[in-house]
């Protein structure tokens, strides 16, 4: 599977964004998705992930409240839509995907995804 993140940009403190992810090649609805986010000179931490198939949703605790992952089966996508955008949320956010079949949709180890986009850019001015 092939993943194609988008929706990167500069937002003010306060504000939103929403990123997408879409995926193409081997799709279906039997994986986990997840977005990852890494900060400069920071590694790569776990934001938020969904189980595609049954809609299941679980947040990391810093972003819990303020961001919603979703996806839209026909178009092959996953958003993050982010609410109250923090300075601290500034980071490149990486989509991700593993078959359901290996992982846990509460999984937020990134070494256990084995498919990645290319990550978009986030940052929040304060």
């Known amino acids: 599977v092939q993943l194609q993140a988008s929706g990167g940009g500069l937002v003010q403190a306060g504000g939103s964004l929403r990123v997408s992810c879409i995926a193409s090649?081997?799709?279906?609805?039997?994986?986990?998705m997840a977005w990852f986010r890494q900060a400069p000179g920071k590694e790569r931490e776990f934001a938020a992930s969904?189980?595609?198939?049954?809609?299941?949703?679980y947040y990391a605790d810093s972003v819990k409240g303020r961001f919603t992952i979703s996806r839209d089966n026909p178009k092959n996508t996953v958003y993050l839509q982010m609410n109250n955008l923090k300075p601290e949320d500034t980071a490149v956010y990486y989509c991700a995907a593993q078959p359901i079949r290996s992982i846990f949709f509460t999984t937020v180890d990134p070494r256990v995804y084995n498919y990645w986009g290319q990550g978009t850019k986030v940052t929040v001015s304060s």
């Open positions: 969904i189980n595609w198939s049954s809609g299941k949703t």
């Open positions: 090649g081997r799709t279906s609805s039997s994986y986990v």
